[in-house]
């Protein structure tokens, strides 16, 4: 709008606002013909040059009448229910109607004219989740990121490994025929979708090793096959350590290497190593990326920086590429200036001191300085490990259950030691020795307790007892005597409370009307009794008559022949009787045909 127009509608915003009632529209019709438009559209330019009125906030603002220990129970039950990757499987209006079925909420409220209770919608339980601080996408959200600092270049260095998704390179152990230059992988080609196309380049793709100093952000990287193998990493970390030349500065030894806790990088090869160079090893917990968030920046550049300028180049080979990437390290690092300190990266890194730069051993050194990788152990009902054909003990690290699979790294120096490598909550790696049991000859623990003549027992182990716990709770007992009387009586889990058909119990089923359809044509069958014998009648005719003191003749059973021929029918039976019985007593025989 036209500063003129602006005007003129303040004007009449403000010749609006001062008329009475019934004053309004004759103002309105006037400016329509005055500024030729309609209006509908003189409304809404008016509105947009009045100031907006501040609603007026209700007295109940902020306040709900879903208490925090109900929305504890529906935020518990929402969370529990999401899958490992975070996908969630229950609605919120789910969780709500399974928890109100089971009587564990009530998510509601009375009202005070009507005494009429009314059950809070889930966009209104939704809003006091979020009130609380409890909702679903809150509790999601990563947790406050803590600044690290580092002294000085070489202070502390920050590596790991990235798979280039979109570059790959002929292996030259395999025999390839054709061009075996660096392959640009396409999207329609190559995705999760064709996991057959990903299979004929696996041993192919091409892997990135950023390495980066923490205090100035110096980018070293390398391009090896293979995956994120130990071999590469001590292969990374022995380049990055050595003097190079040029502009290529940054060499020497680190004091401290901090990386994630890939199995490549706890190996024990590269632990090792750095233990005997003085460096001290530090894992961050899993899960934990943004603890070695700089490296991680540092592949991002790569990407962007370096990486996307390799479509246009012609790379046979990974050692081509690796020429590629070092000019390309080396003017980077001495040419873009960081944020943080405000100078070139190189620039920075060279302010090391004497002091604090410590040479590297040649190559050969630290290659003899690799042995072999941890190795996982089950612990055994013992609390005992088997490692190098030998038995450790291990019921004194903290935590160490039965069935727990422990880290356990070999000491070069001593056969009978060994060290069980964890992780504190503070991503610290913290080494327990352990010792070999020695054995008598009949392959016994010299330490074993003798039967009949000493008598032994483990502490309970944290799994024991967090079990013993969980089953006092279940049966609502207090000690373990209880417990097993409970389950001998056959008592049920939380007495009975607990029912999971509670929901289906309540469910109002509707009446559905009868549908019509064809009579079957199939019919019972018809059971025909088999007629008894002459000999099988006259037996039961004769212990009938003897039983009532009647006389049983031998011309009975002629008259029986000769009355049914083909058997006597069942149900005949007592008429037969009682036409014989009838005959006996007139003194003579009468024939009955029943016709």
């Known amino acids: 709008m036209s500063p003129a127009l602006i005007q003129r509608l303040v004007a009449l915003a403000d010749a609006v606002s001062a008329a009475g009632h019934g004053g309004?529209?004759?103002?309105?019709?006037?400016?329509?013909?005055?500024?030729?438009?309609?209006?509908?559209?003189?409304?809404?330019?008016l509105?947009?040059?009045?100031?907006?009125?501040?609603?007026?906030?209700?007295?109940?603002?902020?306040?709900?009448?879903?208490?925090?220990?109900?929305?504890?129970?529906?935020?518990?039950?929402?969370?529990?229910?999401?899958r490992n990757n975070d996908k969630r499987l229950y609605s919120l209006e789910n969780v709500i109607n399974h928890l109100r079925t089971n009587g564990m909420i009530v998510a509601g409220r009375i009202d005070e004219e009507t005494g009429e209770f009314m059950p809070l919608s889930v966009d209104a339980i939704s809003k006091a989740l979020k009130g609380y601080r409890l909702h679903y996408d809150q509790l999601q959200n990563p947790a406050p990121a803590l600044e690290l600092a580092s002294l000085h270049p070489n202070h502390v260095w920050q590596v790991d490994a990235s798979l280039c998704v979109l570059y790959y390179l002929k292996n030259p152990n395999k025999k390839t025929k054709g061009d075996t230059g660096l392959r640009v992988m396409d999207r329609e080609e190559y995705n999760k979708n064709k996991p057959k196309n990903l299979d004929r380049v696996v041993n192919d793709r091409v892997w990135s090793f950023e390495l980066i100093d923490h205090t100035t952000n110096w980018i070293y990287v390398e391009y090896h096959f293979g995956g994120e193998s130990a071999e590469n990493f001590l292969t990374v970390m022995i380049n990055a350590m050595q003097e190079r030349g040029g502009a290529d500065?940054?060499?020497?030894?680190?004091?401290?290497?901090?990386?994630?806790?890939?199995?490549?990088l706890v190996s024990a090869s590269l632990i090792n190593m750095c233990q005997t160079l003085g460096i001290q090893c530090i894992q961050h917990k899993a899960r934990n990326a943004r603890a070695t968030g700089a490296v991680e920046k540092a592949r991002d550049i790569i990407e962007c920086d370096f990486e996307a300028g390799l479509r246009f180049v012609r790379v046979d080979n990974i050692d081509q590429l690796n020429s590629f990437a070092r000019l390309w390290r080396m003017n980077y690092n001495r040419t873009k200036v960081h944020s943080r300190y405000g100078m070139p990266r190189t620039d920075a890194w060279l302010k090391i001191s004497a002091e604090q730069l410590v040479k590297a051993p040649p190559?050969?050194?630290?290659?003899?300085?690799?042995?072999?990788?941890?190795k996982e152990c089950k612990v055994t009902a013992q609390l005992r490990v088997n490692f190098r054909a030998k038995s450790f003990c291990v019921k004194d690290i903290p935590g160490a259950c039965v069935g727990d699979l422990l880290n356990v790294s070999r000491n070069p120096w001593h056969e009978d030691e060994a060290r069980v490598v964890m992780t504190g909550e503070d991503g610290f790696a913290t080494y327990y020795p352990i010792y070999a049991i020695a054995k008598d000859d009949w392959g016994y623990s010299v330490n074993a307790s003798v039967i009949g003549q000493e008598y032994g027992q483990i502490q309970d182990t944290d799994a024991q007892r967090n079990r013993t716990e969980v089953e006092q709770l279940v049966y609502g007992t207090n000690s373990q005597e209880e417990t097993d009387a409970a389950r001998k009586a056959k008592a049920l889990p939380f007495g009975g409370r607990f029912n999971p058909y509670m929901e289906m119990e309540?469910?109002?089923?509707?009446?559905?009307?009868?549908?019509r359809g064809q009579e079957t044509q199939v019919r019972a069958p018809r059971m025909e009794?088999?007629?008894?014998?002459?000999?099988?009648?006259?037996?039961?005719?004769?212990?009938?008559?003897?039983?009532?003191?009647?006389?049983?003749?031998?011309?009975?059973?002629?008259?029986?022949?000769?009355?049914?021929?083909?058997?006597?029918?069942?149900?005949?039976?007592e008429t037969l009787a009682s036409d014989l019985q009838a005959k006996q007593q007139r003194g003579g025989f009468r024939v009955v045909n029943g016709q």
Do not use: N
């Open 529 to 573: 009794e088999r007629p008894l014998t002459h000999v099988e009648a006259a037996k039961q005719l004769r212990e009938r008559f003897t039983a009532q003191g009647l006389e049983w003749h031998k011309q009975y059973y002629s008259q029986i022949v000769e009355r049914f021929p083909d058997g006597v029918p069942a149900e005949e039976l």
């Open 249 to 264: 500065v940054l060499h020497g030894v680190p004091k401290i290497l901090y990386t994630d806790p890939g199995s490549a």
């Open 506 to 515: 309540q469910a109002q089923h509707p009446e559905y009307l009868p549908k």
């Open 24 to 45: 309004k529209e004759a103002i309105y019709q006037s400016a329509c013909k005055e500024l030729q438009m309609s209006r509908s559209t003189l409304l809404k330019k």
């Open 363 to 374: 190559v050969e050194v630290f290659q003899e300085l690799a042995i072999s990788a941890p």
């Open 47 to 82: 509105k947009s040059v009045q100031p907006a009125t501040s609603r007026k906030k209700r007295s109940d603002a902020g306040k709900t009448a879903l208490t925090r220990e109900e929305a504890l129970v529906i935020s518990g039950v929402w969370l529990e229910s999401r």
